[in-house]
Every structure is written in C-alpha cells, then in structure tokens.
C-alpha cells in the first residue's frame, strides 16, 4: 500500500517517558519488557556498557546504536546494516549502518492478534490498521493522528475468514490423504504389473527355447533331405513354382467370386424393381417407356427360365486352403522321397547300422560348415516344408511377443522410478489438466507431462514445457483474503522444459510453483522473463509441506 508520509513535528512534550508513566514503554512487545523493567536507567540490548536514564526512552532520540531506546517512535527508523556507514544523530558511540535490536513498533491489538509495525511507520499520520488496528502507532497528542481502536471489527472478520481457511484446510487435508491412498494403490498396481510381466517373460522365453529347437532340428532335415530328378534338384524348383502359382490363381479366383456375388445381388435387386413394375404398372396408360421395359423384362425372364441352372457353380471347394483332405497335399510332396531316390543314395547299400552312422556324420559335417560359414545354408523358404516354415513362423512370433513384454516391462520399471513427489502423491494427478483464461490465451497445466498455450482465436497451441523435475524454493508472498496465495516459506516447484522456442530467443519454460488448495486449481500465470513463465498453483498435495513451513517461519519469529 502506497503511503504519503508526513512527518509531524513531535516535541519533548509529546512523550510519556518510562520514569514518568511508571510503566512499560509505549512499543514494547512481551519477549522484550524485561530489558525495560529497571526502576533507574536503560541498558541498551545490543550494547550493555551503555547505561542511559529511563527519562531518555521515547524521548525521540537515537541514543542506543542499535536504536533500542525508542521501541515507541521513529528516531532510530534509518538505523539499517545496509545504510552507509555515518555518525547516529545524537549518539556519540552508534552509526547508521546497525542492526536494530527490536523487530519494530509493537501493536497489542487486543480483540485480534498482536503485531510489529515498521518503525517508519510510526507517527507518519497515518493509521495502519491492517498491522496496528488499535491505532497505538500514532499518538493522541498535539500535532498527532488520532487513530480509533477498530481490533474489535477486524478481529471478528479475521476470525470468519480463519474459519473458512480452517475448513478449507481440513478439506484439502481430507483430499490430500486420498490423494496420497490412490497414489500408493496405483504403485502397488504398477508392481503387480511388474511381477506379472516377469512371469509372462520368463513362459515366453521357456516357450521361445522350445521353439529355437524344434525349428533348428527342422531346419536340418531340411538340409539333409535330398530330393533327385535329373540334375540340379529341378523336381524341389518346379515343386515351389507351382505352389506359388496354384495360390496365385486361388487369390484371383477369391477376387473374382467376391464381384460375382456383388453382381448376383445387383442382379436380383433389378429383378425385384422390374418384377414390382410389371404387376403394378396400369398398361391403359400409352407410357410406350414403360411397356417397352415391361416387354424386354418378360423376354428376359422366360429365357433364363428356359437355360439350366448351371452345375458346380460353387467355387468355396475350390477356394479352400490345400492340406490333408482338400485340393493338394503339398506335404506329402515336400517330405516324401522319390521311388528313385534309392539309385542314387550309397547308404541304401550299407548295413543299417553303418547306414545310421554315416547319415548323422554327413548331418554333423554339413552344420559344422554351415555354422562357421563354409556352406551357404538354404535361404529359400519357398522350398521350406510345411513344418518347418509353420516352425519359423511359430518362433519369430514367440520372439515379437518376447519384444512387446520385455519393452512393456521397462516402461513399467522406468515408471515406479519416476520422482512422484512425497509420498509420490502425484501419482494420482499423471494424466490430469487444469487450465485458466487469460486475455486471449488459454493456460494449461498437464501433471507430470507439459504446459501449454492455447489461442482462443484458433491460432495453434504453443508448447510452454515438459516435465523435467521436483525443485524447492522459497516464496514470499502476501496472504490473500481468498486464500490463493503461495505465503511465505518453502514450496515444491515443478519444472517444465525445453518447450517450443521463442522467435529470435530461448525455449520456453514454466515453473510452477505449488500452494496449499482443496483442489487442483492454476491461480495465475505471469511470464517472469522473456520465454520463462511462473504458474502459481493450488493442490492439497502441497499442504503438508507449506504448512510445516508455515509453522516454522512462526517459530522463528
């Protein structure tokens, strides 16, 4: 509050000095009356070698260096350990650039709370009720204010409104307790989450193994399987073409009966609109168009009545997939050996155990030079049989599946590390937004994820900052009648970064600064500095900490 200071001309006689009243100096508060109770002199608090008469207390002069001999008027206001180091007006031993010894001019303000007022505030002719609402700071004398005692009022109103923040705190206490309930259960469901995920992995993986070997040990048979017509495998090439072309011309007759059952309903779709045509229309009318329609629709139906139905004209048989019992058995043409193959094979000539023997050393040999890369392995899986390629398949989706948990699993991790606050109580707010117009812009503040402006004109939004970290610093705010404000004392700031940038400056970034509320509320948004905004904001999840604050900036005063 901007104040017009008048400095009145106080006099000698304007003071009630402690020897003369027989009481305790005007201004002096409880914790310090006992440094005024001597019945012949005053010993300065901060300087007790200097002994001065009770006639010089309030006597409008700076005696004591740290101005403790005017607790009830303005002498020693200048006294300020950031003054200018000069001589103290009237005192032989203090300068200007002091402590003071006293915290100001003591208020008793009986019917509210008791306080201390600046001491330039004193005697300046102008009552300040709203930190002396007894009026004692300005004298009823000659040539001073006359300031009426209004505790009684604002004491009363002070107390209607304590209620109210009273119950307002209670309720965000309440708010702040489930807060902090769901904030646990969500972590709990995280771990479950986690002890799931291991499992399903760990089934996967066992799975996976199974999987790895069954398709290795087909892959080798693969390898080891000799099919023989003419030279060159040419029977294995002609085996794989015509596969593929059986399923290519399947595809194509998939296609082509897909067009024909659309045509089919077109079709029958005309025939009910001709149909209905023919027994409604009136043939008195001379409409020559219609029994023109009329004439070729009859035409058309007798011959199609006259034209057998066609036979076989189901292709679903045709169209089903080859296997055991429909179209052709490729397996059985993949896995089985040619009649001729016994010409061709020297083993079929060996004993069967020496047979047995050479087989698994030709298999060892063949993977050996496979695996160290001396023979190129089959890479065609064309010429996969049914099995093994249903193997690979059944593998590398037991792989993508082992992926998908494995990263779900990490991301659930990195989750229950993530810095949630005390108690992690955010935890309850990740996914939330709350938001504030102002002027032309809409504010938005998303927990945990990012700030944002909105145009309200439809201009785009404007990405303030992500989420980065949980900081602390000190505030220093005036209380509010409404009760939104940050106070006095440490309180959790939110640190969103690295936002969009600033044409020709830095990215953007908010800090939020958090206050005590019973709800989630964005109190107001200022921008600090260019590209550097401060969102003040309300959530009972800030209430136990500015209130432990609170309590202890109380303490040391």
């Not at 200018?84 to 100001?104: D, I, M």
Request: charged share 30%; hydrophobic share 30%.
């Amino acid at each position: 509050m901007q104040k017009s200071r008048n400095f009145a001309v106080l006099t000698t006689l304007g003071f009630l000095s402690a020897a003369a009243a027989g009481s305790i100096p005007r201004g002096v508060s409880p914790e310090f009356v006992s440094h005024y109770q001597a019945k012949d002199s005053f010993r300065c608090i901060a300087n007790p070698n200097i002994e001065i008469s009770l006639s010089r207390v309030n006597d409008n002069t700076c005696d004591c260096p740290d101005g403790s001999d005017e607790p009830g008027t303005a002498a020693c206001a200048h006294i300020d350990p950031l003054s200018p180091q000069q001589p103290l007006p009237g005192s032989s031993s203090g300068t200007t650039k002091a402590n003071h010894s006293l915290p100001g001019f003591w208020c008793e303000n009986k019917g509210h709370i008791g306080a201390y007022v600046p001491f330039v505030y004193v005697n300046d002719g102008i009552c300040d009720y709203d930190l002396c609402c007894d009026g004692s700071e300005e004298y009823a004398s000659v040539g001073g204010t006359k300031c009426d005692n209004q505790c009684a009022e604002i004491g009363k109103e002070y107390r209607r409104l304590a209620e109210i923040k009273e119950k307002k705190m209670n309720d965000a206490q309440t708010q702040r307790s489930k807060m902090i309930s769901d904030s646990e259960a969500l972590r709990k469901q995280t771990e479950t989450h986690i002890t799931e995920l291991e499992a399903e992995i760990r089934t996967i993986i066992a799975q996976k193994n199974v999987l790895d070997a069954k398709y290795k040990e087909l892959q080798k048979k693969d390898r080891n399987r000799v099919v023989k017509s003419g030279s060159g495998g040419k029977l294995g090439v002609l085996l794989g073409q015509a596969k593929s072309r059986v399923n290519e011309l399947r595809e194509t007759l998939t296609k082509v009966a897909d067009e024909r059952d659309k045509l089919r309903i077109k079709v029958n779709e005309l025939d009910t609109v001709l149909r209905k045509l023919k027994e409604e229309y009136n043939p008195n009318f001379n409409d020559e168009g219609v029994k023109a329609a009329v004439k070729s629709f009859e035409d058309f139906a007798a011959r199609e009545a006259e034209q057998p139905s066609a036979e076989g004209d189901d292709v679903s048989s045709v169209l089903a997939e080859d296997g055991e019992h429909s179209g052709i058995n490729w397996v059985e043409f993949e896995s089985s050996d040619d009649d001729t193959d016994i010409l061709y094979s020297l083993d079929a000539y060996l004993p069967v155990s020496l047979r047995e023997f050479i087989r698994n050393q030709k298999a060892a040999i063949r993977d050996w030079l496979v695996d160290n890369g001396l023979l190129a392995e089959k890479g065609n899986t064309a010429s996969e049989s049914q099995a093994t390629r249903e193997a690979r398949e059944a593998k590398e989706t037991a792989e993508r599946d082992l992926q998908i948990k494995e990263q779900e699993l990490e991301n659930e991790k990195s989750e229950l590390s993530k810095d949630y606050g005390p108690s992690q109580i955010f935890r309850s707010l990740k996914g939330q937004c709350i938001a504030i117009d102002a002027g032309e812009y809409t504010y938005e503040l998303c927990w945990l994820d990012k700030t944002s402006q909105k145009s309200k004109k439809g201009h785009g939004n404007t990405n303030m900052g992500n989420f980065k970290r949980i900081d602390h610093e000190v505030a220093d705010d005036e209380e509010r009648l409404d009760g939104k404000s940050l106070g006095k004392g440490t309180r959790m700031v939110m640190r969103y970064e690295d936002g969009q940038a600033c044409w020709n400056g830095p990215n953007r970034r908010t800090d939020v600064w958090l206050g005590c509320s019973d709800k989630e509320e964005l109190w107001r948004v200022t921008e600090a500095e260019k590209c550097v905004y401060k969102m003040e904001v309300g959530t009972p999840a800030a209430c136990d900490e500015q209130l432990a604050s609170e309590a202890h900036i109380k303490d040391e005063l």
